[in-house]
Nanobody, 128 residues
């Protein structure tokens, strides 16, 4: 089992920045990659970014490329999502997720169903 706890959400004005954190505990050595997803009210959960646990390869949704940066600190078992130039459409609950399965295709990082563990989510609200 892997437990994930997100923090760092809040209310920010458009153009501002926030940094989300996701602390992982438990069987973290089994983790192959971590991802961030977001879900706005009435909408499906969408991929934001992912990072491999060992190699540090990163992947982003087109909507956040150039604005968001995912990073990890293996010593702290923590993954971060630095969000800059925030827009009102970034408003959502942000979820951290961990996957343990072998990755055969980088496109699979965007699929929520390939992740095994999820955090409780943290609200990000961007005002215009």
């Amino acid at each position: 089992q892997v437990q994930l706890v997100e923090s760092g959400g809040g209310l920010v004005q458009a153009g501002g920045s926030l940094r989300l954190s996701c602390a992982a505990t438990g069987r973290t050595l089994s983790t192959r990659a971590m991802g961030w997803f977001r879900q706005a009210p009435g909408k499906e959960r969408n991929f934001v970014a992912a990072i491999t646990w060992s190699g540090g390869s990163t992947y982003y949704a087109d909507s956040v490329k150039g604005r968001f940066t995912i990073s990890r600190d293996n010593a702290k078992n923590t993954v971060y999502l630095q969000m800059n130039s925030l827009k009102p459409e970034d408003t959502a609950v942000y979820y951290c997720a961990a996957r343990t399965g072998v990755v055969y295709s980088s496109s699979s990082y965007a699929a929520p169903g390939t992740y095994d563990y999820w955090g409780q989510g943290t609200q990000v609200t961007v005002s215009s």
